[in-house]
């Protein structure tokens, strides 16, 4: 049907909208493809060797159990403490392993399992739920240190359904996009209309003269320009990273562990014998993933609390807002906490989850008040006049009057969900069997990595995680004062 | 009066408000507690196998835990406003109430004292960043705020741990300063006395914390203060004020700053729940023995009574925090009161 419009402008009006469309639909086809990768490689075989590691930081032991391990039921589990390299003088160390158990059902109580003595033992998970191996070290001097781990059994490994959650979720979203464009082009081409009516096309004209009105205003604007390039920076490592590291992070090298920055490793190993810069670049991707993906979660939901509550009015709003101011005053750091607390183990699709969901209650409040000021326009009650429905009207009208803040918006949600992930990861929750620079941050504290002399192993990850929310925020407060109309005549 | 009643009328409007969400709080903590997973009795009774059962089921008929779950949920809310918060698990079964109250304590001292600096520092920056807007001193504070606002609280806290425990790049005359603990338990006992000597050695281990707690605050609220007076300066009435030849100085103080002033109260408010957020690394990091140090505690041994009540305490004082910042605007602004 290109032949029908000759005219350049006019295909071009034409190919912005549809490469808008098919750009969001690879985008998140690549989110979901890279969300495939780092779950694919969990999953432990039976008979996984746990590795304990002591290090003497300052002249004292300190014991590190080591990651979290999910394994299947009736295989050997070996706890295995050795001395990390590199340190003199460690003799007369004493270690003790004390194993104890609890099911699935029961958060709360551990009961006692076996204790174990000596560097290395041994025991056989016969029962589902969850182990807790405790790591006692003790010196000559009688100075202790002490640690514990997980190991997570399950009756069999998590299912393909299960460990692929949100990479279908995400397929499934793109499927639908892509199966819409495709309906709608075909029903056109069957009924033999042309693809792009005139009304279309003009309007996809003024869509692409304001958005790029809006980008060129973005570059000029200081504090936008410098967000892109952060950004741009960052979304190149996190599309390519993975495939720039030199080494892999998903397998556990107990002879490597806690090496000092080398040629081979030029910001030394941790205390899993993972390359750092290796770990720092698939980091990029899984942390600005669980950012946005969980801040398209809040958007949408608070665009839609938002939405609703607006446009109904009434005792509807009302009520929606107490509950949404209930939300909002609970620190958000506390729920989130909580819910962590309660699920237990949780995965990527898990702290994408808990981020995403609490998050939307500021959006909601936003979103609202503008719904609120676009209701009372008149175009809205002659669009009531000509008899079309609510949905149509919020679709059509109120939709589109309040999105440009809900992007700008949703810019700035990403840099929050960013901190989240990384603070909920230090403060223990950590996903499972993915890297993220809250992990790094993580492990890198509980092995006192400044005392080891793995310097990098805590600066790099805050630094790229400052440096990311840098640009986002910068980005979103761009973005917000060229969109917002209260702030644009400053 | 009319303009007192309106005053009244929208103050009791307010209060109303505060009331819901607060039972609205209390409402849904009951339902988190329901979500958990585990029987409660089980923390109780002791662990021996060679245990009575009939007391399981006299504590599950004294906890009420038989009734349907209307009738648990009224039990629960008389509890909770009647301050009869249980016991914990741990720490020898003290009451919930008493160990949150002591633990607010340090809390309230840390939040206090890094709030009263944020306000006052942040507020300087921005008014000063506004008034001298796109000079050397605004370009400056505005990139330095802006780095330090996306940092992540706890990644400050350890780099400023380190800085000053040990001496970087060795410089000796680097000052150092203690990095855990909220006072010096060697010198000066475990048990605290409230004597001259203490009160300085508190105020010697507030300053890490505070400080950590208040870069990323300061950041914010200066940020905010900026933009906000930006705006204010715009406004018309700023020109004519100039136009009248009052001296910068004046125009700032008598004109700006008091329009500028009400978007602040408002949002430093709605920070609250951040820097209670902020808390909670800060105090985790330095072992500071507040709220949020009990809180990592109470969630590594599974003491949800503790647990469940922190979330109420957090909310509530979200909650007041926003009520009287609107009482405060209501109060500065009249066009409040005439709406």
């Not at chain 1, 440009?404 to 840099?415: G, M, S």
């Not at chain 2, 008091?258 to 808390?279: E, K, Q, R, S």
Request: aromatic content about 10%; some cysteine.
């Amino acid at each position: 049907m290109f032949s029908q419009n000759p005219s350049s402008r006019q295909s071009k009006g034409f190919g912005s909208g549809a490469a808008a469309i098919l750009l969001v639909a690879v985008m998140l086809l690549l989110a979901c493809a890279s969300a495939l990768a780092p779950l694919a490689a969990d999953g432990a075989a039976p008979g996984q060797v746990v590795v304990g590691v002591i290090s003497l930081a300052q002249d004292e032991p300190v014991a590190n159990a080591g990651l979290q391990q999910n394994v299947t039921v009736g295989s050997t589990v070996m706890l295995n403490a050795s001395l990390s390299t590199g340190f003199e003088g460690a003799s007369g160390l004493n270690y003790t392993w004390y194993v104890d158990y609890r099911n699935f059902s029961d958060a709360a109580t551990f009961s006692p399992f076996v204790d174990l003595y000596g560097v290395t033992a041994t025991f056989i998970a016969n029962q589902t739920g969850v182990y807790r191996a405790n790591l006692t070290v003790k010196d000559s001097q009688n100075r202790t240190s002490y640690d514990e781990l997980s190991i997570i059994v399950r009756e069999k490994p998590p299912t393909w359904l299960e460990s692929h959650l949100l990479a279908i979720i995400l397929g499934a979203i793109s499927g639908v996009i892509l199966v819409w464009v495709l309906v709608f082009v075909t029903r056109r081409l069957v009924k033999g209309d042309p693809i792009i009516s005139e009304a279309g096309r003009e309007k996809a004209g003024l869509v692409r003269k304001r958005s790029m009105k809006v980008i060129r205003q973005l570059l000029k604007n200081p504090m936008g320009l410098i967000g892109i390039i952060i950004l741009a920076v960052f979304i190149f490592i996190a599309a390519f990273g993975p495939l720039l590291a030199p080494y892999e992070v998903s397998q556990i090298h107990p002879e490597n562990k806690i090496k000092l920055p080398s040629k081979d490793h030029i910001m030394g190993t941790d205390n899993f014998g993972k390359d750092i810069w290796s770990e720092l670049l698939h980091g990029a991707r899984t942390s600005m993933i669980v950012g946005v993906v969980s801040a398209m979660i809040a958007s949408f939901l608070g665009a839609a609390v938002g939405l609703y509550s607006g446009y109904v009015g009434g005792w509807k709003d009302e009520v929606a807002m107490r509950l949404n101011d209930i939300v909002l005053s609970i620190p958000w750091l506390v729920l989130m906490i909580v819910i962590a607390a309660m699920i237990g183990e949780i995965d990527l699709t898990g702290i994408i989850l808990i981020i995403g969901l609490t998050g939307w209650s500021t959006t909601a409040r936003m979103v609202r008040a503008q719904v609120l000021s676009v209701r009372e326009r008149q175009y809205i009650e002659r669009a009531r006049c000509i008899g079309a429905s609510d949905l149509a009207i919020i679709r059509r009208h109120i939709f589109p009057n309040t999105f440009p803040l809900v992007f700008a918006n949703t810019i700035l949600t990403v840099a929050v969900s960013i901190l989240s992930e990384a603070t909920l990861s230090f403060l223990g929750f950590r996903p499972i069997g993915i890297v993220t620079w809250g992990t790094m941050l993580s492990f890198a504290s509980d092995s006192s990595a400044f005392q080891i002399g793995l310097y990098w192993w805590i600066l790099a990850p805050g630094f790229c995680i400052v440096l990311v929310v840098l640009g986002f925020t910068l980005l979103g407060y761009a973005l917000d004062e060229i969109l917002n109309p209260k702030l644009r005549h400053r | 009066m009319p303009s007192r009643k309106s005053f009244r009328r929208v103050i009791g409007k307010r209060l109303i408000n505060v009331v819901l969400t607060i039972f609205g709080i209390i409402i849904l903590n009951f339902f988190l507690i329901h979500l958990m997973p585990g029987d409660p009795i089980q923390n109780v009774i002791p662990k021996n196998p060679k245990f009575d059962p009939s007391l399981k089921w006299k504590l599950q008929e004294q906890f009420h835990l038989n009734d349907s779950m209307g009738e648990q949920l009224a039990w629960y809310m008389y509890n909770t406003l009647t301050l009869q918060w249980g016991t914990s698990y741990m720490q020898n079964r003290r009451q919930v109430f008493d160990i949150i109250i002591t633990d607010m304590r340090w809390t309230l001292l840390l939040v206090g004292i890094s709030t009263t600096f944020t306000i006052l520092i942040g507020i300087a920056v921005g008014a000063y960043s506004a008034y001298r807007r796109g000079g050397a001193f605004d370009v400056g504070s505005t990139s330095i705020s802006l780095f330090f606002y996306g940092m992540p609280v706890f990644w400050l806290a350890i780099v400023l741990q380190l800085l000053f425990t040990t001496h970087p790049l060795g410089m000796n005359w680097w000052p150092q300063l203690p990095a855990g603990g909220y006072y010096d338990t060697r010198e000066y006992g475990a048990e605290l006395k409230w004597t001259f000597p203490v009160v300085l050695s508190v105020m010697k281990y507030l300053i890490l914390p505070s400080a950590t707690l208040a870069v990323g605050t300061v950041a914010g609220v200066s940020l905010i203060m900026r933009s906000s007076l930006v705006d204010t300066m715009t406004d018309d009435y700023i020109l004519t004020a100039r136009a009248k030849g009052l001296t910068d100085y004046q125009v700032l103080r008598h004109h700006a700053l008091p329009n500028g002033m009400p978007p602040m109260i408002a949002l430093i408010a709605m920070d609250i729940a951040f820097v209670i957020g902020g808390a909670y690394q800060v105090e985790y990091i330095f072992n500071y023995p507040g709220i949020g140090y009990r809180t990592i505690d109470a969630i590594n041994n599974r003491d949800f009574p503790i647990l469940q009540f922190i979330v109420v305490i957090g909310g509530v004082a979200v909650v007041i925090a926003n009520f009287l910042a609107d009482v405060m605007l209501i109060y500065i602004d009249p066009r409040i009161k005439i709406s």
